[in-house]
């Protein structure tokens, strides 16, 4: 299974980015607006099965 999966999509009229990362362990589910750049949904999924959602986190991923 590759670590990095990416590919454009459109969705309500707008072209994203879908996407997901595994790293340590941990699955990030991602859409970006591929205009702007904003992050548009950001999903953490550990193997316990809990989920965090949310810009809070990505905010907290970005200042580190």
């Known amino acids: 299974e590759k670590d ?4 454009l999509d459109h969705d309500d009229g707008k072209t994203i980015y879908e996407g997901s990362i595994v790293y340590e362990g941990v699955e990030y589910d991602f859409e970006i607006d591929a205009d702007s750049g904003v992050i548009l949904e950001w999903e953490k999924e550990i193997a316990t099965g809990w989920t965090v959602i949310g810009n809070q986190f990505v905010k907290e991923m970005i200042d580190k």
């Open 4 to 7: 990095v999966r990416i590919h």
